[in-house]
């Protein structure tokens, strides 16, 4: 007798699996049965111009695909609107070249936008690039005071980096060196 409800659940689910996705239409009227997840949800957000902590969260994943120049798009209008966690990504990209030239300048500014905002990663990163004076003046003293206050914030790395008496290679051994050499 069981065995008859289960079968039912089993065809029910069946079907329901079987189902086709509703179409989304697009007209003068909207947009019926639009998109609500992947990236084109994300796409359509850009386009409207929807920036919340939900469409920002999303599009951080998107600095790990191969559409680097919507990635950079995203990031970028999520950290002007004020996530610092994208300006800390904003950084990355400009530091390594991703959807865009490579550009030291604007890398260590988002690191000081997100350092003034508050955020303990872009406090280490900013007091990383002032120590190294890579995209902005060198300045060893305010390095350690940004690193410090990173590191009273509970980042481990930015404790590594104190307990190792700020010698840089503890945290970015030379893998990069090339980039942070004098120009001169």
């Not at 951080?60 to 609107?81: F, G, H, P, Y």
């Not at 030291?104 to 280490?124: L, N, T, Y």
Request: proline share 4%; aromatic share 6%; net charge negative.
């Amino acid at each position: 007798m069981k065995s008859i409800p289960l079968a039912a659940l089993v065809i029910c689910l069946a079907a329901v699996s079987a189902a086709e996705a509703p179409q989304t239409v697009e007209d003068d009227h909207g947009v019926l049965n639009p998109q609500d997840t992947g990236l084109e949800m994300l796409k359509r957000k850009i386009a409207m111009g929807v920036i919340d902590s939900v469409t920002c969260s999303l599009g951080i994943n998107m600095t790990k695909t191969s559409d680097l120049v919507l990635s950079r798009k995203l990031t970028r209008a999520c950290a002007e609107a004020g996530y610092t966690k994208a300006m800390t990504w904003m950084s990355q990209m400009e530091n390594n070249g991703l959807g865009g030239e490579y550009n030291p300048d604007a890398s260590a500014e988002w690191d000081r936008r997100a350092a003034e905002a508050g955020d303990p990663v872009g406090k280490f990163n900013h007091g990383l690039n002032l120590m190294r004076g890579h995209g902005i003046g060198m300045d060893q003293d305010l390095g350690r005071k940004f690193v410090d206050e990173a590191a009273e914030q509970g980042l481990d790395i930015a404790k590594r980096l104190q307990s190792a008496d700020y010698d840089l290679n503890e945290v970015t051994p030379d893998a990069d060196n090339w980039k942070y050499a004098p120009l001169f």
